[in-house]
């Protein structure tokens, strides 16, 4: 079986940790959630894929290359203009449709569903194609259908309003189709697949299926979702491949890392690869740092997630914060409930000096 990654989206409601890194590169434990769904394919032995592309596109191509090195065959197919979810799938018929039916994955969910399982049931269903589900608590940001007493889909609704929902389960973003689907879909053209496609084939009164996710799953669609997904993946309710050691209970660091004995370490704590953590620093978990990230002496960063090559200066505070990749605090910063983008410089020779931020601001570069 062939699989789409659909890796094209802006990510708007990730920035600033978006303005210049494409939601599918976003770090989850030290690797791109790309890079988490490559191996959960790889684990299900699907191993030809093609990606599809728009916002900054080379960090993708250079970060997997042709797939060799994962143990995967992967193809790009780049969107100078979006597409849409159907749309983007449609330019890609030729490839996906040549072994028969094919998996079609959303780039920027973190997860752990039975990928095997949901070929099976799509297969035992006889369906047109097959969604995967997942219950949650607020689907107001989401697409939800309602199923009849066969686990067939028998209605949509995307993104209702807060009490107005027809069910509480959500469109996951991860299908089999049958080739004969695409045959549906304009080429060329914007085409989504909750707003147009799945609600056309039910007036024609195709058989829809649903599989009912059991594992984990999170479209990581705003900031909160992304530093909840970041602690879960730390804490082990999303099963991924880590490389990192366990060096005490809830203390994980990565390859070449340093961690002084005077540090004062709180789990449960990431330390990213290459990374130096200074005696008389306090980690205050959950806390996850990236790779290349320095932690000085008398900094406290506590439920914290920071991309690779951060640096807490001497006397930073940073707390309840999530901050991009080459961020400087050169010292004597306190920030709690802020959001960080990329290459930004803060501290003592910043343009902020000894800065003290109120709760609830955003910073770009």
């Known amino acids: 079986m062939r699989a789409m990654i659909m890796a094209a989206g802006l990510g708007t409601r990730l920035l600033p940790l978006t303005a210049i890194t494409p939601k599918p590169m976003v770090p989850i434990l030290g690797r791109p959630i790309l890079a988490h769904i490559l191996t959960l394919l790889r684990r299900h032995r699907i191993t ?21 090195e994962w143990g995967m065959r992967i193809t790009y197919s780049l969107e100078p203009e979006l597409l849409g979810t159907a749309g983007g799938v449609k330019r890609n018929e030729r490839f996906l449709t040549e072994d028969g039916a ?29 969604l995967a589900l997942k219950e949650v608590e ?18 949509f609704q995307e993104k209702p309003a807060p009490g107005e929902e027809i069910s509480r389960l959500c469109n996951c973003g991860l299908y089999v189709l049958e080739p004969d689907v695409l045959q549906r879909v304009p080429a060329g053209v914007f085409y989504d697949f909750g707003r147009q496609l799945w609600p056309e084939l039910l007036a024609e009164e195709a058989r829809l299926g649903s599989f009912s996710v059991c594992g984990y799953w999170n479209d990581v669609g705003d900031i909160q979702a992304y530093r909840q997904g970041s602690f879960d993946a730390l804490n082990g309710r999303v099963q991924l491949d880590r490389d990192a050691t366990e060096v005490m209970p809830g203390v994980w660091c990565g390859p070449r890392s340093y961690v002084d ?14 990374s130096r953590v200074e005696g008389g620093s306090r980690l205050r978990g959950p806390v996850v740092l990236g790779c290349g990230s320095v932690v000085e002496e008398g900094a406290t960063v506590s439920d914290v997630v920071a991309w690779p090559a951060a640096l807490f200066g001497r006397g930073s505070t940073i707390e309840r914060s999530t901050v991009g990749t080459l961020t400087r605090f050169m010292g004597w910063v306190k920030m709690r409930d802020c959001v960080v983008g990329e290459r930004c410089l803060l501290g003592d020779t910043g343009p902020i000096e000894g800065a003290s931020l109120e709760p609830g601001t955003v910073l770009w570069a």
């Open 261 to 274: 004995g005077g540090a004062d370490i709180e789990p449960p704590v990431y330390i990213g690869a290459d």
């Open 48 to 68: 030809d894929v093609v990606i599809n592309l728009h916002h900054a596109p080379e960090s993708i191509t250079s970060y997997f290359g042709d797939g060799r």
């Open 102 to 130: 094919f998996l079609v994955v959303s780039g920027d969910s973190l997860m752990d569903v039975d990928l095997s399982g949901l070929v099976a049931a799509h297969t035992d269903s006889g369906a047109v194609a097959t």
């Open 138 to 155: 607020d689907p107001s940001q989401y697409g939800v259908v309602a199923l009849d007493d066969r686990g067939a889909i028998r209605s």
